[in-house]
């Protein structure tokens, strides 16, 4: 299983970028894909996820109304629309797939996903 993700770099506070998450081999292997962020000093943080099954999707709090993420099923491709970006927003964006995880609005858990992207920096500027 791999995932790739591409589209971070340095913005200013307010811009937009769209990051995209490209994965390889089997759909069954990627029915949930997640995106989940870790600054420097800080633990690893859920930010989105998406179904393939239904599309459905959950937010964290901290991004729910600025980021919007949505799937390609053909392309193999999930995206994360980043709009409004803050400072805090800065850290590396990793994305992360699962055959057998549903996204739901209880949230998501970095540790429950099988495969991992190298990941991706998003930096905000003040």
């Known amino acids: 299983a791999q995932l790739v993700e591409s589209g971070g770099g340095l913005v200013q506070s307010g811009d937009s970028l769209r990051l995209a998450c490209v994965y390889s081999g089997s759909d069954l292997n990627y029915h949930a894909i997640g995106w989940f962020r870790q600054a420097p000093g800080k633990e690893r943080e859920e930010v989105s996820c998406?179904?393939?099954?239904?599309?459905?999707?959950y937010y964290s709090e901290s991004v729910k109304g600025r980021f919007t993420i949505s799937r390609d099923n053909a392309k193999k491709t999930v995206y994360l629309q980043m709009d409004s970006l803050k400072p805090e927003d800065t850290a590396v964006y990793y994305c992360a797939g699962d055959p057998d995880l549903y996204c739901a609005d209880s949230g998501i858990s970095a540790r429950d996903f099988r495969s991992w992207g190298q990941g991706t920096q998003v930096t905000v500027a003040s």
């Open positions: 998406i179904n393939r099954s239904d599309l459905s999707t």
